[in-house]
């Protein structure tokens, strides 16, 4: 799910509540906004998706993209100075066109490729982890 642009991204930020509460119904409880609550999302995700290639079809990138509002969001309650941000300049980035978290240090984190890595390496704890990392 690639932006074209600031309005487009201004949109996508709109409809955050919206599809995180359809994410809600889905795993059919209440995440939260605590670091635990990615333990949650990421054993629903495991549990539903047997590898990284199999949230990105049709169909599934609608829980992509909510999984990664989710994460995003515990970023921005868990990380001082976090908010979304996305590159639409420099096409050698490699978030280029993505929605991400840019930290108070400049670092970035994309949350739509977390998601893709946590369903690769399969811990369980991938998601909760990298968030701790920056904290």
Not at 59 to 84: F, K, N, S
Not at 87 to 96: C, Q, S, T
């Amino acid at each position: 799910m690639r932006l074209h642009s600031k309005q487009d991204f201004q949109l996508w930020l709109a409809r955050d509540v919206e599809v995180r509460d359809e994410l809600r119904e889905l795993i059919g409880t209440d995440l939260g906004v605590d670091l635990e609550s990615l333990d949650v999302l990421e054993a629903f995700l495991l549990k539903r998706y047997r590898n990284p290639s199999a949230i990105q079809k049709l169909g599934a990138r609608e829980v992509l993209d909510a999984a990664a509002r989710h994460i995003g969001l515990v970023m921005l309650l868990a990380l001082d100075g976090a908010a979304w941000a996305i590159e639409l300049k420099d096409a050698d980035n490699v978030y280029y066109r993505l929605p991400i978290i840019r930290l108070a240090d400049d670092a970035e984190e994309c949350p739509l490729t977390m998601v893709t890595a946590a369903l690769d390496r399969r811990t369980g704890n991938y998601l909760r982890g990298v968030v701790e990392s920056y904290a």
